[in-house]
């Protein structure tokens, strides 16, 4: 567009009519309110991520944590960490998430949780798997995210022997199938099956 | 050769996904009110929609080179990009809203002939903005956006060695929503300025509403992330 017909379409627009701009004290308002509500906002951001340092340094965490070697894939590279809170033998189905929830997340966790709960209610009941929804974001849970590569929210499958943590599973295509309920809970059964008959 | 079509399939769909999920709602919400902006402008409407996508494409297509260059731990900067991203963005949205309802303004050399080429080039400027957009809201994941990019899309295109091109795909199947509600809104424009002489009157409202959106989603944002309130 040249200046021109620039200049042409500013003098149009002094011709429209406009609409009822804010007055002088809605504006000066809204402007009070919404600068007042971006104060508070930076503010608790700074108080909630100094607060989020303070705690994670001291901690009495339920589990030990050493560094373990991260790895690109969803499974393999046994983490060094123990949890504590888990049998000491058996599979544990892991649900990570973080303290913010969202609807898909919310989705993931409660069609997971009947998925297992339905079809492998005799092996829960003997201790040979166990449920866990663990928030990441707690300082004792941070180490998760290293230990089992995750990305965002994970269904995680973990062999413990002897209280040690073994192989494991990061089930990714739920993300994929969270359209479809039934295909999502299908898949959930038939890694944690599939999980439970294989050796260590 | 059929691997990496099929990646390129695989590519574009888990960003399809990505967008099509209820997590980027507002965000695409948000970049279709941008674009809403220059109804009377159909084209600029639609060549909105494609910088938006561009700006997508170009902050998945780095960050990929970036994480597959570097040491970098991809579980740490997936992360680290979901909290802080959103934590940054309900405040960034919150200014930029407030700029679109003329209720923050900067401070311009006084004397019309200045300000008036000033706001000529802030004009001219805008239409990178729908860009600068993309880029910023590619870049502040979402659960599903980060599952689907780190977690699928990542290990998918270092397999197929594909490690720029499944990346732009991914990026344009996640605009694809916006590029089609800028196709819709171009029409649109088309045909309400068959019975709309005074558009600029209407630009004027669409660009008061696309303030309010960004406020109202900016404000989301704050008390969903900062304050932590489960809406």
């Given at each position: 567009m040249?200046?021109?017909s620039q200049k042409k379409a500013h003098q149009s627009q002094k011709k429209a009519p406009k609409p009822a701009p804010f007055n002088g004290r809605a504006r000066t308002v809204l402007r009070f309110v919404l600068l007042a509500f971006l104060v508070t906002a930076v503010v608790a951001l700074l108080v909630h991520e100094v607060r989020g340092r303070t705690t994670q340094t001291p901690g009495t965490p339920t589990t030990v944590s050493t560094p373990s070697t991260p790895s690109p894939s969803d499974s393999g590279v046994i983490p060094t960490t123990v949890d504590t809170g888990v049998p000491a033998n058996g599979v544990v189905a892991y649900y990570f998430h973080t303290t913010a929830r969202c609807t898909s997340c919310l989705t993931i966790e409660k069609w997971t949780a009947e998925a297992i709960q339905t079809a492998f209610a005799t092996q829960i009941t003997d201790g040979m798997l166990t449920w866990r929804v663990v928030d990441v974001e707690d300082a004792a849970n941070t180490h998760?995210?290293?230990?089992?590569q995750l990305v965002s929210k994970s269904v995680v499958l973990v062999r413990y022997t002897n209280g040690k943590p073994g192989k494991w599973e990061n089930l990714q295509k739920v993300w994929q199938l969270l359209g479809d309920q039934t295909a999502f809970q299908d898949y959930i059964k038939s890694s944690t099956s599939s999980f439970l008959e294989a050796q260590e | 050769m059929n691997g990496i079509l099929a990646g390129a399939g695989a590519a574009l769909w888990f960003g399809i996904l990505t967008s099509i999920s209820p997590c980027p709602l507002a965000t695409n919400l948000t970049a279709i009110s941008y674009m809403a902006r220059t109804i009377n402008h159909p084209r600029r409407v639609l060549l909105s929609g494609l910088l938006y996508t561009l700006g997508r494409v170009v902050a998945y297509t780095a960050l990929a080179a970036l994480l597959v260059a570097s040491a970098l731990s991809v579980p740490a900067i997936s992360m680290g990009l979901q909290r802080y991203g959103n934590l940054i963005l309900g405040p960034v949205l919150i200014v930029v809203g407030m700029f679109?309802?003329?209720?923050?303004?900067?401070?311009?050399p006084s004397g019309g002939g200045v300000s008036t080429r000033l706001q000529h080039r802030a004009d001219a400027a805008g239409i990178w903005g729908a860009a600068l957009l993309g880029f910023v809201f590619a870049l502040s994941f979402c659960p599903t956006s980060a599952a689907l990019f780190f977690g699928s899309l990542?290990?998918?295109?270092?397999?197929?060695?594909?490690r720029l091109l499944l990346p732009a795909l991914f990026g344009i199947g996640t605009a694809l929503p916006v590029i089609a509600a800028s196709v819709v809104l171009m029409l649109g424009g088309r045909a309400t300025s068959r019975f709309f002489d005074k558009m600029t009157s209407l630009e004027q409202w669409v660009r008061r509403a696309t303030g309010a959106v960004f406020v109202l989603v900016g404000i989301y944002y704050c008390l969903k992330y900062i304050f932590g309130l489960a809406i």
């Open positions: 040249t200046y021109q998760f995210i290293e230990d089992y | 679109l309802l003329d209720i923050l303004s900067l401070p311009t990542l290990p998918l295109a270092l397999k197929t060695q594909s």
